[in-house]
């Protein structure tokens, strides 16, 4: 089963609006990442926040972590239609080495 | 300063035939990681190597696939006697190996394996 499960698998808005994803995992993580593909490309790192943090921001993303739950949640604010993607988040897991362990995945679309 | 350079882009083999995907990591990066998609999916950790030593295939099946990431030249990830469910976008990831664990992997393009 996968560290990460994103929720919900599929999202469309309009430009201009918020989009909010949220992944859930299972075991103890050092840090967790949130990855954005474009079709048919590779994945390309957006931020990563650290267990002992609570909230980061970048640009028009922000990220939090609530480690008692084990989530956490990308919004991208003031959408647009460059924004459409699939994002992933990713986590290491204490005892999983250096490799990440990607979920399923959210597939957003934006419209103009 | 290239990225993470993957090749071939595209790849048709027919069932019985043997795949070798080629990454070259991002220059200054000594760690690499092969990850298979299959479509609408995330994306599932094969192996994991660091130059001329694999520290991690846990996720590659023990039958037909090898990797290697010899002391010069690319990694390859080979798979043997490929059937219709080898079929995925393999994607290749590095790191510098120095940000400990868990740290900001970069990925190439990808090659898509099509099998006949």
């Known amino acids: 089963s996968q560290q990460g499960e994103e929720d919900p698998q599929a999202l469309s808005i309009q430009e201009g609006e918020n989009a909010t994803m949220n992944c859930s995992y299972k075991?103890?993580?050092?840090?967790l990442q949130w990855y954005r593909q474009n079709s048919g490309r590779g994945l390309v790192h957006l931020i990563l926040?650290?267990?002992?943090?609570r909230e980061k921001h970048s640009g028009r993303l922000r990220v939090t972590l609530d480690t008692s739950k084990k989530s956490s949640s990308l919004l991208i604010t003031a959408s647009r239609a460059a924004d459409t993607a699939s994002y992933f988040c990713?986590?290491?897991?204490?005892?999983?080495?250096?490799?990440?362990?990607f979920g399923g995945g959210t597939r957003l679309m934006v419209k103009p | 300063n290239a990225g993470v350079m993957q090749n071939p882009r595209h790849l048709v083999r027919r069932r019985g035939q043997e795949a070798r995907l080629r990454c070259s990591p991002m220059?200054?990066?000594?760690?690499v990681y092969w990850y298979r998609q299959l479509p609408e999916e995330g994306l599932k950790f094969m192996v994991y190597?660091?130059?001329?030593?694999?520290?991690?295939e846990s996720g590659m099946p023990k039958e037909r696939f090898s990797a290697e990431f010899p002391k010069e030249g690319p990694s390859i990830l080979r798979i043997q006697q490929v059937v219709r469910g080898d079929s995925a976008a393999y994607f290749c990831?590095?790191?510098?190996?120095?940000?400990?664990?868990?740290?900001?992997?970069?990925f190439g393009s990808g090659t898509q394996l099509s099998v006949l």
């Open positions: 926040i650290r267990s002992n943090e």
């Open positions: 220059k200054g990066h000594s760690h």
């Open positions: 075991t103890s993580i050092n840090n």
């Open positions: 190597l660091q130059k001329e030593n694999i520290i991690d």
């Open positions: 990713a986590t290491d897991g204490r005892n999983a080495g250096n490799m990440l362990t």
């Open positions: 990831a590095s790191s510098p190996g120095s940000g400990g664990r868990g740290e900001k992997l970069f």
